[in-house]
């Protein structure tokens, strides 16, 4: 029986049965579990035993649950939690350009995505090509190398709102043999399902909307299983792996003992085995329990989101507007392909005004709490050039729209009004003589 997305999210990779018919998902704090007898801790060490357990910083039963019900959603072949965001993005960009090679990414992400990819993972042999346009697919296919490994986007982009075009960018990176991975943490796996589309490894920040509360940081890397892994490029997945070495066993690599899934069988044995950047059981049940709710509050936040841009653009101390779910923006082709439900809780706006207005307008604020972060049930207000973008050079954050007199908010679940109200408020005090 295949469920709708609603009823994944309440009861996908949970068997009450198995945990004493607990309604709601336990939180196994246990750090290591009985091998019970020597046959069996052989199997379990060669993850031929689905479902046990041995040590929580490969496995924890809680993080599992986690894990099963996100890959649910998504409709993946396996997924692996991680301690935050960036250790997801880190470890799937590691996972799939080991040993060195180049990636194809947009200027427009995330800023400590950018911050690591420009000045990090560079001195790990992992280079990156940055476009400006993530669907200019002439410029990528130019900027493909033997070396290229990958090709990374953000679904929606941090702050703009971008919308990449990722059944284009899916088969353009399968012409050329090398995986697609999308960050789709801001419409999170309700509004948007990547792997539906084409893209192979989809990481989230699970600190955002999938968690919603405010109250844990998380991410997850999701193995869509469908990617043609090929030796000359991606030797790591075919060499021989002494942890899933069995008599009588031919082929030991990643590829020969889970072949679908060896990317995520990979990440996991030897990026968060060895590094170890494991999400907490506790961590997972608050993920878990955000999950339940995930719908519902995207639902409202879409909505109210769209009443507060509406009333930004008809407002004068407003010079334009970045989101691109209202009807007259340029990428409406793609939302309405892509985002049937919309874009997602975040937009960005500019002001018309200096820097001195802004600074008003933030600490003028109420209701809208002053932080970088989104996805949060508080309506949350950011001015990127001066927090979460901080780390871009200013030509580039100029080229990308991250002037200083841009506002980003991400919607909560107040009610409309209360928030129009607040910014009205802000907006005209910051334009106070
Ligand atoms: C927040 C965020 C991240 C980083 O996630 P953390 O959980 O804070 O490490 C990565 N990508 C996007 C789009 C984000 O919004």
Same mark, same amino acid.
């Given at each position: 029986m295949s469920n709708e997305f609603d009823t994944k999210k309440i009861h996908?990779?949970? #068997?009450p049965k198995n945990f004493d018919y607990s309604a709601t998902v336990p939180i196994f704090q246990s750090v290591a579990f009985d091998l019970g007898n020597t046959g069996r801790a052989d199997q379990i060490v060669r993850g031929e035993l689905p479902g046990a357990f041995m040590y929580s910083r490969v496995a924890n039963p809680t993080v599992d649950i986690f894990e099963k019900r996100i890959n649910a959603l998504d409709g993946g072949v396996g997924a692996v939690a991680v301690a935050s965001g960036m250790a997801a993005i880190t470890y799937a960009i590691l996972n799939v350009a080991e040993g060195g090679g180049r990636i194809i990414a947009p200027l427009d992400i995330y800023g400590a995505s950018l911050d690591e990819f420009r000045t990090l993972l560079p001195k790990y042999n992992i280079n990156f090509d940055f476009?400006?346009?993530?669907?200019?697919f002439d410029k990528i296919q130019e900027l493909i190398r033997p070396d290229t490994k990958a090709i990374y986007v953000e679904s929606v982009s941090n702050p703009i709102t971008n919308i990449a075009d990722i059944s284009q960018l899916a088969k353009l990176a399968h012409k050329n043999k090398i995986p697609l991975i999308v960050d789709n943490t801001f419409p999170t796996p309700y509004l948007f399902n990547p792997i539906k589309f084409g893209a192979d490894i989809i990481v989230y920040s699970s600190t955002k909307g999938i968690s919603g509360h405010g109250n844990v940081v998380s991410g997850i890397i999701v193995d869509g299983g469908k990617f043609e892994w090929t030796k000359e490029k991606f030797p790591q997945f075919f060499e021989p792996e002494l942890t899933l070495d069995k008599e009588g066993r031919e082929d030991n690599s990643f590829v020969g003992v889970f072949g679908k899934r060896a990317f995520s069988a990979h990440l996991r044995t030897k990026y968060l085995r060895l590094m170890g950047a494991v999400l907490n059981p506790f961590a997972a049940y608050l993920g878990l329990l955000g999950l339940e709710t995930l719908s519902e509050r995207v639902n409202k936040e879409v909505l109210t989101a769209l009443k507060i841009a509406r009333y930004l653009e008809k407002n004068?101390?407003? #010079?334009k507007i970045f989101h691109?779910?209202?009807?007259?923006?340029?990428q409406r082709d793609l939302v309405e392909k892509y985002y049937p439900n919309g874009i997602g809780t975040v937009f960005s706006f500019k002001l018309r005004g200096t820097v001195e207005n802004i600074k008003k307008l933030l600490n003028g604020v109420k209701l809208f709490t002053y932080l970088p972060n989104v996805g949060d049930n508080r309506s949350l207000i950011v001015n990127p050039s001066g927090t979460t973008h901080r780390e871009v050079p200013e030509d580039e954050r100029k080229r990308q729209n991250i002037s200083d007199n841009l506002i980003r908010l991400s919607i909560g679940l107040e009610d409309a009004s209360d928030l129009i109200r607040d910014l009205e408020q802000a907006i005209k005090q910051a334009f106070k003589e």
């Amino acid at each position: 029986m295949s469920n709708e997305f609603d009823t994944k999210k309440i009861h996908s990779g949970y #068997e009450p049965k198995n945990f004493d018919y607990s309604a709601t998902v336990p939180i196994f704090q246990s750090v290591a579990f009985d091998l019970g007898n020597t046959g069996r801790a052989d199997q379990i060490v060669r993850g031929e035993l689905p479902g046990a357990f041995m040590y929580s910083r490969v496995a924890n039963p809680t993080v599992d649950i986690f894990e099963k019900r996100i890959n649910a959603l998504d409709g993946g072949v396996g997924a692996v939690a991680v301690a935050s965001g960036m250790a997801a993005i880190t470890y799937a960009i590691l996972n799939v350009a080991e040993g060195g090679g180049r990636i194809i990414a947009p200027l427009d992400i995330y800023g400590a995505s950018l911050d690591e990819f420009r000045t990090l993972l560079p001195k790990y042999n992992i280079n990156f090509d940055f476009v400006e346009n993530i669907n200019d697919f002439d410029k990528i296919q130019e900027l493909i190398r033997p070396d290229t490994k990958a090709i990374y986007v953000e679904s929606v982009s941090n702050p703009i709102t971008n919308i990449a075009d990722i059944s284009q960018l899916a088969k353009l990176a399968h012409k050329n043999k090398i995986p697609l991975i999308v960050d789709n943490t801001f419409p999170t796996p309700y509004l948007f399902n990547p792997i539906k589309f084409g893209a192979d490894i989809i990481v989230y920040s699970s600190t955002k909307g999938i968690s919603g509360h405010g109250n844990v940081v998380s991410g997850i890397i999701v193995d869509g299983g469908k990617f043609e892994w090929t030796k000359e490029k991606f030797p790591q997945f075919f060499e021989p792996e002494l942890t899933l070495d069995k008599e009588g066993r031919e082929d030991n690599s990643f590829v020969g003992v889970f072949g679908k899934r060896a990317f995520s069988a990979h990440l996991r044995t030897k990026y968060l085995r060895l590094m170890g950047a494991v999400l907490n059981p506790f961590a997972a049940y608050l993920g878990l329990l955000g999950l339940e709710t995930l719908s519902e509050r995207v639902n409202k936040e879409v909505l109210t989101a769209l009443k507060i841009a509406r009333y930004l653009e008809k407002n004068e101390h407003i #010079e334009k507007i970045f989101h691109s779910g209202l009807l007259n923006t340029p990428q409406r082709d793609l939302v309405e392909k892509y985002y049937p439900n919309g874009i997602g809780t975040v937009f960005s706006f500019k002001l018309r005004g200096t820097v001195e207005n802004i600074k008003k307008l933030l600490n003028g604020v109420k209701l809208f709490t002053y932080l970088p972060n989104v996805g949060d049930n508080r309506s949350l207000i950011v001015n990127p050039s001066g927090t979460t973008h901080r780390e871009v050079p200013e030509d580039e954050r100029k080229r990308q729209n991250i002037s200083d007199n841009l506002i980003r908010l991400s919607i909560g679940l107040e009610d409309a009004s209360d928030l129009i109200r607040d910014l009205e408020q802000a907006i005209k005090q910051a334009f106070k003589e």
